[in-house]
């Protein structure tokens, strides 16, 4: 039988698919908990962690692979998300407190902000760019999207989608949603609530 990635998998030894990490570099200080997110900067070699331990790490990896931790902000529940702004200046997580949190790297801050609220935990964090204005859009378990102009306290716009939100991905102008029960959104990131 033929698959998506090829023949039907054999369960012999031979077609391990298991690759050798005996070589691999751990980063120093990990997470004391699972991770549930990584993002790498979109500008420099900086690595967003966002873990079970209610935190989001940020690390430096250098050309070896080599880390070393640069920031670091609290939660008050599990994170569930992690992203950065499209100019590699601020780190947003998300998690089970029903919070998003940003550091704001670029203005050498230390303390994480509360910048978006939902009903229930916050499963997706990503930054987008809509109509000119850089903005942050959240996906939650409350089966809403919310869409934060950072520079306000109330989301300037909300989406009521289907099902609890489980994964959010943003390319261009196209925002896709996928939810509990198997749906698929893509939303028109030109008419954001449509």
Not at 34 to 59: C, G, Q, T
Not at 137 to 166: H, I, N
Request: aromatic fraction near 6%.
């Amino acid at each position: 039988m033929s698959t998506l990635f090829g023949s039907a998998a054999s369960s012999s030894p031979a077609n391990s698919t298991q690759g050798d990490i005996s070589k691999d570099v751990q980063v120093k200080d990990p997470p004391e908990d699972s991770i549930s997110d990584l993002a790498f900067s979109p500008v420099s070699d900086h690595l967003a962690v966002a873990s079970w331990d209610k935190k989001v790490r940020i690390y430096e990896i250098d050309q070896q692979g080599n880390s070393q931790g640069k920031a670091l902000f609290d939660h008050e529940g599990p994170v569930l998300s992690c992203c950065w702004s499209k100019d590699g200046t601020k780190v947003v997580g998300g998690g089970a407190d029903k919070a998003a949190r940003m550091l704001d790297l670029g203005a050498g801050g230390t303390t994480a902000q509360q910048v978006a609220v939902h009903d229930q935990p916050i499963r997706c964090v990503e930054m987008i760019q809509v109509q000119g204005t850089h903005m942050l859009v959240t996906g939650s378990w409350d089966k809403t999207v919310k869409y934060w102009d950072l520079r306000q306290a109330q989301p300037a716009a909300t989406l009521q989608v289907q099902e609890r939100v489980y994964a959010m991905s943003v390319r261009d102008q196209l925002l896709v949603i996928g939810t509990a029960d198997r749906y698929i959104n893509m939303v028109n990131l030109n008419e954001p609530t449509k």
